[in-house]
């Protein structure tokens, strides 16, 4: 997992829990609330693939199922 994939993770568990585990809810609150985060973080995010962010969010459903 490389750095940007690190930080998506870290943005993602932390709205996961908030949002009590509904990763419906979670995603979409992470797209519109993007602007939460620190611009190296907005940066690290937006240079991401699709498969990468596909990545992380796969690890996170089967860490959780």
């Known amino acids: 997992m490389n750095s940007g994939q690190k930080t998506y993770r870290a943005f993602l568990l932390r709205s996961f829990e908030e ?3 509904d990763i419906a809810r ?4 992470c797209q ?3 602007y939460k985060l ?5 940066m690290a995010i937006r240079d991401l693939s699709e498969r990468e962010k596909n990545a992380v969010i796969s690890e996170i459903l089967i860490g959780h199922c």
């Open 26 to 29: 979670t995603l979409g609150w």
């Open 19 to 21: 949002h009590h585990f």
């Open 32 to 34: 519109r609330h993007h």
């Open 38 to 42: 620190s611009e190296p973080e907005q």
